[in-house]
C-alpha cells in the first residue's frame, strides 16, 4: 500500500515566485520537481495528513503531487484548499483476508483564491459531490485541509495545500 501525504504551507515575499517558494519551504516540498496530476486516487493508496512532509528523496528529483495554490499581491488575503473522499475495497471470493486494511479508489478536488477558507471549503465539497456523482463508487468518507495567508501591500502571498503521491523519483 502505498501512502499520499497531504501537506501544507504558506509564505510571502517580494515576487510572485518567490512567496510560492516560500510556501513550499512552508511545507518541506520547496527542493522537488513538482509533476500534477488529475485528481484520482489509486485503490488502496492511504491518504495521511502531514502538514509538514517528511524527506521524501534528494534534492531535484520528481514528485507526483495534486496541488491547490493561490497568489496574490497585497494587500488581501489568499486560501488554497484540497479535499478528498475515499471508497471501501472491494470484497468478494478474490479479495485476500487483509482486504480491511485496503481502500478503494478515490478523489481529490482542489480549489483556490482570494477567498476565505469556509468559502474554498465548500467550492472543494461542492466539487468533490459533483466528482462523486459521476461515479458508480461508494463513498465512505470526506476530508478538506484550507491554508489561508494575508499578503501586506508591496509583498505577495501564496497559500499552498498537496496531495503528494509516494517518494520522490529520479528527473533523468
Not at 507526483?64 to 468478494?92: I, N, Q
Not at 482570494?114 to 470526506?142: C, I, K, M, N, Q
Request: net charge negative; charged share 25%; glycine share 10%.
Amino acid at each position: 500500500m502505498s501512502t499520499i501525504r497531504v501537506a501544507w504551507g504558506t509564505g510571502t515575499g517580494p515576487t510572485e515566485m518567490s512567496s510560492y517558494d516560500a510556501a513550499l519551504a512552508d511545507a518541506n516540498l520547496h527542493n522537488y520537481n513538482l509533476v500534477a496530476v488529475s485528481s484520482v486516487i489509486p485503490a488502496n493508496a492511504e491518504v495521511e495528513e502531514v502538514g509538514t512532509a517528511p524527506n521524501l528523496g534528494p534534492a531535484g528529483e520528481r514528485l507526483t503531487v495534486v496541488e491547490a495554490r493561490a497568489t496574490r499581491a497585497g494587500p488581501g488575503t489568499v486560501s488554497a484548499g484540497l479535499g478528498w473522499t475515499t471508497t471501501e475495497a472491494e470484497s468478494g471470493a478474490d479479495a485476500e483476508d487483509d482486504s480491511a486494511d485496503e481502500t478503494g479508489p478515490g478523489l481529490f478536488y482542489e480549489s483556490a483564491g482570494e477567498a476565505d477558507p469556509e468559502a474554498v471549503a465548500e467550492r472543494v465539497r461542492t466539487g468533490l459531490t459533483a466528482g462523486r456523482d459521476l461515479r458508480d463508487w461508494e463513498f465512505t468518507d470526506e476530508e478538506i485541509r484550507t491554508a489561508t495567508t494575508d499578503a501586506e501591500s508591496g509583498t505577495y502571498a501564496t497559500a499552498v495545500v498537496l496531495a503528494v503521491y509516494g517518494d520522490s523519483e529520479p528527473i533523468c
